[in-house]
Each structure stands twice: as structure tokens, then as C-alpha cells.
């Protein structure tokens, strides 16, 4: 007996890199923004996970995981990040990033809430907080084109 699981193959419906370079460089232009936004890498990269998760993005998942890990974070807090509220080892920055990375992802469900506003406006200046919301722009972004083109993670990765 076979104790192999037969993974499904998925297939790109579309490669919007090729089929649009002007839509792939306004991507790259808002992600140029977010990296030379003065944020931590660190907690970019915990926002991106975040938000990826929440719309279960495989490609991302893998990818912010994989660039979280190689810039030092911890395997115990990627594997925590979906459960952030429940675990002791995240900063009360980091904290305010991920509800408000919650938030505004799920913009149309909580119209971010005036509590969450409250708490990362403590934590972040206002134009840190301009800043924290187009990174999460960008990756819902980011995640929108992965999923709707059915973008698989690359399987030469370890």
C-alpha cells in the first residue's frame, strides 16, 4: 500500500507578466513604494503572510514565508502568524500591523473598525500608517492576480 498522495497539477490560466508588462510594472512600481517606505522588513513581511493567508494565496504564502525566513524570522512565528491574537511572541507593533492588516483586507466585511484604528495609530505614525496600508494594498494585490490566474508555487524550492 502507497502511502503517496497524488498532488493535483494546476495549471496558469493566464501569465499576466507576459500578457500585460504595463500592469506588471504598476505592481512593481506600489511594491518599490513599500520597500523604500522606511517599514521594517521584518514586519512587511509578516503583513504580507497575513494577508495572503487570509485570502489563501498559495504562491504568496510560500514566497513571504520563504523571504520572512531567509530575513531572519523565526520558523515558531511563521507558523504562528495565523494565530497571532492566541501567541505571547509577537511585539505590540507587530500586533497592530496584523489587525490592522485583517482589517483592511476584509475591508467590505468590518469597514476597519474605529478600535483597530485606535490601536495601530499608537503603534505607527500617520505616515507610517499610509505606508502599512499600501503594503497591504499591494499584496491583496499581489494575491489577486496569483489566485484569479491559478499561479502555482514553484516546485524547485526547498
Not at 495549471?11 to 499576466?16: A, E, F, K, L, W
Not at 500586533?95 to 468590518?110: C, G, K, P
Not at 499610509?130 to 494585490?141: M, P, R
Amino acid at each position: 500500500m502507497s502511502t503517496t498522495t497524488e498532488l493535483p497539477e494546476v495549471h496558469q490560466r493566464v501569465d499576466y507578466q507576459k500578457a500585460s508588462p504595463k500592469a506588471l510594472q504598476a505592481m512593481y512600481g506600489l511594491e518599490t513604494a513599500v520597500r523604500s517606505s522606511g517599514l521594517e522588513r521584518p514586519l512587511l513581511e509578516l503583513v504580507k503572510l497575513r494577508a495572503s493567508q487570509i485570502n489563501g494565496c498559495a504562491f504568496c504564502i510560500d514566497m513571504h514565508t520563504r523571504e520572512a525566513h531567509e530575513a531572519g524570522e523565526s520558523h515558531r512565528r511563521l507558523h504562528l502568524v495565523g494565530a497571532w491574537r492566541e501567541a505571547p511572541f509577537f511585539t505590540a507593533r507587530e500586533r497592530a500591523a496584523l489587525a490592522w492588516t485583517e482589517a483592511v483586507t476584509r475591508v467590505a466585511d468590518s469597514h476597519v473598525p474605529d478600535d483597530v484604528f485606535e490601536q495601530a495609530s499608537q503603534e505607527f505614525t500617520e505616515t507610517e500608517l499610509v505606508n502599512l496600508t499600501l503594503a497591504v494594498v499591494a499584496i491583496n494585490g499581489w494575491n489577486r492576480f496569483a489566485i484569479s490566474f491559478r499561479v502555482p508555487p514553484p516546485q524547485n524550492v526547498p
